[in-house]
């Protein structure tokens, strides 16, 4: 089930991107690029909703709907 996870992700001074989420606790990512920042984000946010389903034995997230905002970053 798809689920959809707001990402604060910032560039840091060494040009490392940094990504955390205030919905996901403890998720933590960082890469090189946006989009390699964003899929290792990805997996963790993944093992850790299923680590926390696993404790309280219940979706810690509402399912995805069907009509979203994302934003889009074009390079121009």
Avoid: C, W
């Amino acid at each position: 089930m798809e689920k959809i996870i707001h990402l604060h992700i910032e560039k840091l001074p060494e040009g490392m991107y940094l990504a955390t989420s205030d919905e996901v606790p403890g998720l933590i990512a960082q890469g090189r690029t946006i989009q390699e920042t964003v899929e290792i984000a990805r997996d963790v946010a993944k093992k850790l909703l299923e680590a926390r389903e696993e404790r309280e034995g219940q979706p810690p997230l509402s399912p995805a709907e069907d009509v979203f905002d994302y934003p889009l970053i074009v390079n121009a």
